[in-house]
């Protein structure tokens, strides 16, 4: 399989949308009887539309899963 080289942007980028995945996915997670809806914090959105943004990613979700895909392909699922 072709190993795809990353850009600092682009794998900046990808990282920003692996933490976005994580936080998402601990919110859901987190304590049924908490009475309140998984809120992910606005920092950490905010974070993964500027790495997307300075990579040039922004509207372009064909290409960044690609990059995605390519530089990790098995996401976590546990």
């Given at each position: 399989?072709?190993?795809?080289?990353?850009?600092?942007?682009?794998?900046?980028?990808?990282?920003?949308?692996?933490?976005?995945?994580?936080?998402?996915?601990?919110a859901?997670?987190g304590?049924?009887?908490?009475g309140?809806?998984?809120v992910?914090?606005?920092?950490?959105?905010?974070?993964?539309?500027?790495?997307?943004?300075?990579?040039?990613?922004?509207?372009?979700e064909?290409?960044?899963?690609?990059?995605?895909?390519?530089?990790?392909?098995?996401?976590d699922?546990?």
């Amino acid at each position: 399989m072709p190993t795809a080289v990353l850009t600092d942007r682009e794998r900046a980028a990808v990282q920003a949308y692996l933490r976005l995945l994580r936080t998402v996915r601990a919110a859901f997670d987190g304590p049924p009887d908490g009475g309140r809806p998984p809120v992910v914090p606005p920092a950490v959105i905010a974070e993964t539309e500027r790495a997307l943004k300075a990579a040039g990613l922004t509207g372009n979700e064909d290409a960044f899963f690609e990059l995605l895909h390519s530089w990790c392909p098995e996401p976590d699922r546990r």
